[in-house]
């Protein structure tokens, strides 16, 4: 059974301490979304809206019809994944384990693999939205000190999926234009918080199995998405907006195990001014989780045996929650699109790439996770690319 048993003191003087579930909680990261720093509370305008407002799904272009999403397959990763996995790989002996782990002492690892496919319309009463999610979420942490267990490798990882739906409607009342929107999630999940000790590290031919076979647990939850967008001068040239969400209302506490999505409420502006030899411009700012619900879980692997022993605490690092963005839409037609995208995510910079030829659409980003304590951030830059099919 999992216990909260350290105190507060001990942060960050313990060797066998150690801080990885950091991140910010998320189910899914649209590329074309990261590319703009993340910020789409106040934009909208893609079926993924249902993850940051699900009144952004009024912003779907109507002209475009049914919106049909498949094989939507995204790869992300943090830079110098693949040479720690061959390293890892490579490593037959305690001494070579160990030159390994002593190699990559400290550094935070990130693989992601996802496929969002969606349905979406746009009609003439309201907007709505249907997909089906699956993912995979692998994070590891480098520890060559670990605690008297061994625990040198430290991992929380998930592979979840589920049904997301989202329906939004415009209002247009005398002191502007309203969209309100509402969304529904049923999650479940395999989850994995622990860690591996050198032997367990040389002697098993699968890691994998080893991690699943030691900390695999199942869970699943329900989140219910309210959101809002306000249009105050839509004729205006800035054609300004403010975005406003409460995401998984009552929590989706996946049983407290890793995965968990608290109950965050989310803010945004954005302006799409009309800018000359551009298809589209927007500039946009989001500050998440007002009221710091995500949380630090701190992990304690000096006990005996397999159970993993933790405390959570607030993460009110307010540089985490800033979203900052630009798109810069080159060109539009029925047969090719192409759009530019930049901004500040957690204070590091993003870019991407947004291309569609026909049917084919591609899709590359780049951002930097802040991951650790707060006070203590470990940097992990991380590419992510995806390619679907849609119409």
């Known amino acids: 059974m999992k216990k909260k048993i350290i105190a507060s003191a001990l942060l960050g003087v313990t060797t066998s301490l150690m801080a990885l579930g950091a991140e ?44 049909v999403d498949i094989l939507n397959i995204g790869l992300s990763g943090s830079s110098g994944i693949i040479d720690f996995a061959d390293d890892l790989s490579n490593a037959e002996t305690d001494e070579e384990m160990t030159d390994v782990l002593e190699k990559y002492a400290g550094e935070h690892f990130h693989v992601g693999v996802d496929n969002y496919s969606a349905v979406s319309h746009n009609g003439d009463n ?5 997909g089906l999610l699956t993912a995979s979420d692998i994070n590891l942490e480098v520890h060559p000190n ?51 000790g050198l032997s367990e590290l040389v002697n098993s031919d699968d890691i994998a199995q080893t991690l ?27 054609h300004p907006a403010v975005g406003l969400s409460v995401l998984n209302i009552g929590d989706m506490s996946m049983d407290d195990n890793f995965g968990q999505q608290p109950m965050t409420v989310n803010i945004g502006i954005s302006i799409t001014p009309e800018v000359k030899y551009l298809h589209k411009f927007v500039l946009a700012v989001d500050y998440v989780d007002i009221f710091n619900e995500n949380i630090i879980r701190i992990y304690d692997y000096n006990s005996d045996g397999d159970v ?6 607030t993460d009110s690092d307010y540089i985490k929650r800033i979203r900052i963005g630009a798109g810069f839409g080159i060109y539009d037609s029925k047969w090719f699109s192409a759009q530019i995208n930049t901004g500040l995510y957690q204070g590091a910079y993003t870019a991407g790439l947004d291309i ?24 992990d830059r991380r590419y992510m690319a995806l390619l679907s099919l849609g119409w």
């Open 308 to 313: 993993v022993y933790y405390s959570d605490y």
């Open 146 to 196: 670990g605690s008297t267990n061994g625990g040198l490798l430290e991992t929380t990882s998930r592979v979840y999926g589920g049904v997301v739906v989202g329906a939004a409607k415009t209002y247009d009342t005398q002191i502007g234009r309203v969209d309100v929107g509402v969304g529904l999630k049923f999650i479940t999940q395999k989850s994995y918080e622990g860690a591996l």
């Open 356 to 379: 569609s030829l026909s049917i084919l659409k591609l899709n590359v980003a780049t951002y930097e996770e802040q991951v650790g304590t707060g006070s203590v951030d470990i940097p």
């Open 24 to 67: 910010q909680a998320y189910l899914y990261k649209d590329p074309r979304i990261m590319g703009m720093g993340g910020a789409n509370v106040a934009v909208g305008g893609y079926s993924s809206s249902v993850f940051s407002n699900p009144a952004g799904l009024a912003n779907i272009d109507k002209k475009n019809g049914y919106v």
């Open 126 to 130: 309201f907007a709505w939205s249907v």
């Open 212 to 238: 699943q076979d030691k900390y695999e647990k199942d869970s699943s939850g329900v989140g219910l998405d309210l959101g809002m967008t306000y249009y105050p001068f839509e004729d205006s040239l800035w």
